[in-house]
């Protein structure tokens, strides 16, 4: 996917979300010198883990952007694998800034995200995304911080009383990203309809 457009990534590069490295290993397949950030302490572990096994070279970090060392510009800054589905328009707003103070002049800032607007329109949000049967799992909707809160019932443990697991997935889509990118002096160079609803979008830095 991201191979036809190698030439605008440079050499070094910057994988936010890395989780357990698959997209870090991805970007180091296509020659780029990469760092992996996470906030998950786990994810970061298992990365570490997978590097040396298959012996990668790229550097992983446990943290947020504040976490990485100031002097270092990337040529290219990469979120692989949906990580917008876990912040919120106000969150990226806000790490938009710092990202910024990281990326060279002219560099470019990848996003591969699922347009959740279309995935509930087409109904898959609801049933393939969370495979599970409509009477486990209810969604509300977090009118405030744009977001789907999906709560899955584990198990019944009483007529009122249940374990359940709680999360939320941000709302996305290709406009409202498009626009807070622009605000912030990103010009989109090209954008790809991917299969699921999912996209993936190439932005350039403008200053
Ligand atoms: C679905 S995984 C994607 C992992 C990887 N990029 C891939 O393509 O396989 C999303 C990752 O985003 C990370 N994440 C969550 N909040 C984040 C934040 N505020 N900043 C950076 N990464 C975050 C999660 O810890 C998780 O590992």
Known sequence: MLSKHRGLFGKRALDIGCGGGISTFALEKL???????????????????????????????????????????????FMLGNVLA???????????????????????????????IGDILNREFFVINHGASRSDIEFTYDIENGAINITVIEKKIREDLYEAERF????????????????????????????????????????
């Not at 912040?87 to 060279?104: A, P, Y």
């Not at 605000?183 to 790809?192: C, K």
Request: proline share 3%; glycine share 6%.
């Open 86 to 116: 876990h912040l919120s328009v106000f969150e990226l707003n806000e790490m938009l800034i710092k990202l910024k103070g990281l990326l060279r002049k002219s560099g470019f800032l990848v996003i591969h995200y699922a347009d959740t």
């Open 31 to 77: 020659g780029l010198n990469v760092v992996g950030l996470d906030p998950q302490k786990e994810m970061i572990k298992m990365a570490n883990k997978a590097a040396r096994e298959i012996n990668s070279k790229a550097i992983f970090i446990h943290g947020n952007l504040e976490d990485l060392p100031k002097e270092t510009l990337f040529d290219s800054i």
């Open 168 to 207: 939320k997935i941000f709302i996305w889509a290709p406009w409202i990203l498009e626009i807070i990118l622009n605000n912030e002096g990103f010009h989109l160079m090209h954008r790809e309809y991917l299969p699921r609803n999912m996209i993936l979008d190439i932005y350039k830095k403008l200053d």
